[in-house]
């Protein structure tokens, strides 16, 4: 049995195109200094705004406990979804804004390895402003 995928990825990018949300990427630029150093540039430099889907389900979650307190504290690892691009907007590291929210991307992984769709983990991160 064989998969057609490029009539799948049509299908792929419709859906997230429909319902996916809007999400900035933010990358911080750096360069070499004259002792071949890098030093930052600029923080958090505009690069575009895709669009994607955010899994924020349950088996997402990693549950934390503190036994002493009592108190459970869920550290929520959303998981974002996006269409497969040779040369994709987003790279490793970079910050992407969600609804006012910030994150961090980490490892894609082309989710089924047929070049159709995209996973990345996402780290939540708190700015110090």
């Known amino acids: 049995m064989s998969i057609n995928s490029i009539a799948l990825k049509k299908q792929i990018v419709q859906a997230i195109n429909e319902y996916g949300t809007d999400i900035k990427i933010l990358r911080d630029i750096y360069e070499k200094d004259e002792h071949e150093c890098e030093v930052l540039k600029e923080s958090m430099k505009y690069i575009n705004t895709i669009k994607g889907i955010i899994d924020n389900s349950n088996n997402n979650k990693d549950n ?3 036994n002493r307190q009592g ?3 869920l ?3 959303p998981t974002l979804y996006i269409p ?3 040369n994709p907007f987003i790279q490793e590291n970079d910050y992407l804004e969600i609804n006012g929210v910030y994150y961090r991307a980490e490892t894609f992984t082309d989710l089924v390895h047929y070049n159709l769709l995209y996973e990345i983990p996402l780290e ?3 700015l110090n402003e």
Do not use: F, L
Request: charged share 45%; net charge positive.
């Open 64 to 66: 934390k406990i503190n």
């Open 84 to 86: 497969y691009d040779k």
């Open 75 to 77: 550290n929520i690892k």
């Open 71 to 73: 108190v459970i504290k």
């Open 124 to 126: 939540r991160i708190e």
